[in-house]
């Protein structure tokens, strides 16, 4: 069993060509995590946090998810959880869904209350100026190691926020790892990748 | 269906200022025609003249209808052929000739894909036989002395 370095190993400075930036994009990808193909999986050789192909199962696909405005996917952050003997992250994805009828509620809603899911969101910040692996930044996976699922669902009829829409938080508790991101060689072909989880399986 | 056909019925759907049911059933089937791929309704009223302006880029930019593929990727699956690559490849282009190549070079991704015709792993009887003509090398060696 091989030890663990629990060691940084790089300067911590923040990069003056390719300054970071908070925020995502509107759309992103969640999937059911039952139907993500983790034998055929593939995490890049060297870099332990960076997922190349994220292959769902024979017949599956994901789902779009799309949050308009400004700020979208607003409260969607990592946390340390302090443990015993080791450390985890804690990853909370929020969701706000603009609608209510009776197809979202039964597809949608009701599936998020008790499942357990892995999303692909894309970050503003893609690291595109980085000199190697430009774009690396662009893709996070919430859900890899333990699967989010829903802390609180809610449906307030006078919000202003969600303007009588639904309201989600989904949460992955326990994750050894500050984040898995998704990249394959370029930003453009990992842009492909993502959108070819939502296609319709052949 | 010839690609001049496709590209006649397209350009009569796009002429429509409403689109009837029939125009509707047309364009799911030409969909399949055109892309091979299923047509998806969503819930937006124009995913029909989305669907035909699809079909005319495709064709405007390949100059052909996508060819009918045998092999299939799972969802979340791209190939390169070469590391690094700008060429890629998902479901959208992939073909029978570059699924087998990939395949013949990484015979251990088999599990990225969700269709592989049967075929594929036959013995090629052509290769088979011209095995079996082909002199060994200690043949060759003992002739030259």
Known sequence: MALCDDLIKRDVVPSCSDPVIEGLEQEGVIMNRADVDFAATVFNTTRKNVVETLALKKGKKGFKVVVPGKTPFTGTATTMAAGTYRNTFTNTVSIVILANDPDVCQDVIDGLANGTYVLVLENKYKGMQRETTPGDAAFQIYGFYQGCTATAIENNKYSEDTVGGWMVTLEEAKSPKSAVFLFKTSYEATKALVGTLTSPAL | ?145
């Not at chain 2, 930019?61 to 070469?82: I, P, S």
């Open chain 2, 1 to 145: 269906m010839k690609v001049v056909d496709a590209i006649q019925k397209l350009e009569e759907l796009r002429g429509c200022k409403v689109l009837s049911a029939s125009n509707m059933q047309d364009v799911e089937q030409l969909y399949k025609e055109v892309l091979d791929k299923e047509f998806v309704k969503t819930s937006c009223r124009d995913c029909y003249n989305d669907a035909i302006i699809e079909m005319m880029l495709y064709i405007k930019k390949y100059e052909k209808m996508k060819e009918k593929c045998n092999y299939a990727l799972k969802n979340g699956v791209l190939l390169q052929l070469k590391f690094g690559s700008d060429e890629f490849y998902t479901n959208a282009n992939l073909t029978d000739e570059v699924a087998r190549k990939y395949l013949t070079d990484h015979p251990d991704d088999a599990n990225l894909f969700s269709k592989i015709p049967e075929d594929h792993y036959a013995p090629n009887p052509k290769t088979r036989m011209a095995e079996q003509v082909k002199p060994s090398e200690e043949i060759i060696t003992e002739e030259k002395q």
